[in-house]
C-alpha cells in the first residue's frame, strides 16, 4: 500500500521535501518492497545532506532484518556501495555475530559479499576471523550460498595472517569439500589449488 501510494506520488509533481519526509519515515516498509527498494534510493540520491543521513540512519538500524530480505538486501548493499564510512561501520556493526548464518541464506550471503568488498581491510578481517571461527564453517564451505561467501573472502582478504588462518581452518575439511559440488569450488581457487591437505 505505501509503495503504491509512492509510486502515485512520483508520478505528480509534488515537492522533493514531502516525499523525502515520508520515505525517512515508511523506510523500513519501503525497503521491504520490490519497488520500494528502488524508491530509497532514489530517495538517497535525491536527499540533502541531512535528510540523507537521516535515511542512512534509519536503515542501517535495521541492517540485520533488512539483510535477510529478498528486497530489503538490495537497499542495504546499495548503502555499502556509497563508501559512506559511518553507514558501512554501522552495518557491519548490526551484521556482527551473525555473519555465519547469513553467508548460508540466499539474500544475505549477497550482503556478506559486499561487506567483504566494501569493508576497510580491518573491519573485513573481523568478519572473515568471525567466519573462520564459526562452529558451522564445514556448513558454511558447502553450502550453495556460503561457499561463496567464502571464495569471496580468499580473494578480497589482504591480511596475509588472517588469509592463512582461513585456509588452516579450511585445510581439515579438504575431504568433505572434495565430495561437494559447492566446496569443489573452494579448493579449485588458486591459493588452496596447489597445497596438499
Not at 553467508?103 to 550471503?109: H, L, N, P, R, W
Not at 567466519?131 to 573472502?153: M, R
Request: proline share 2%.
Amino acid at each position: 500500500m505505501v509503495c503504491q501510494l509512492f509510486n502515485f506520488v512520483f508520478g505528480l509533481v509534488l515537492p522533493l521535501q514531502f516525499l523525502l519526509d515520508a520515505a525517512i519515515e515508511y523506510y523500513f516498509e519501503l525497503a521491504k518492497d520490490r519497488q520500494g527498494c528502488c524508491i530509497i534510493q532514489k530517495c538517497i540520491v535525491h536527499a540533502n545532506k541531512e535528510q540523507k543521513n537521516r535515511l542512512l540512519y534509519n536503515i542501517t538500524s535495521r541492517a540485520l532484518d533488512l539483510a535477510e530480505h529478498q528486497y530489503g538486501n538490495y537497499v542495504v548493499q546499495y548503502i555499502l556501495e556509497l563508501n559512506i564510512t559511518w553507514a558501512t561501520d554501522e552495518i557491519l556493526d548490526k551484521l556482527e555475530g551473525h555473519y555465519g548464518n547469513l553467508s548460508m541464506q540466499k539474500c544475505s550471503s549477497n550482503v556478506v559479499e559486499k561487506c567483504l568488498k566494501e569493508a576497510q581491510e580491518s573491519k573485513r578481517a573481523k568478519i572473515i576471523n568471525e567466519l573462520t571461527n564459526d562452529p558451522k564453517l564445514l556448513h558454511i564451505l558447502i553450502d550453495q550460498f556460503g561457499n561463496y561467501v567464502i571464495q569471496t573472502a580468499l580473494l578480497e582478504c589482504e591480511d596475509a595472517a588472517v588469509h592463512a588462518a582461513l585456509v588452516e581452518a579450511i585445510k581439515p575439511h579438504a575431504a568433505a569439500l572434495r565430495n561437494n559440488m559447492f566446496g569443489k569450488r573452494i579448493l579449485s581457487k588458486t591459493c588452496l589449488k596447489h597445497r596438499k591437505f
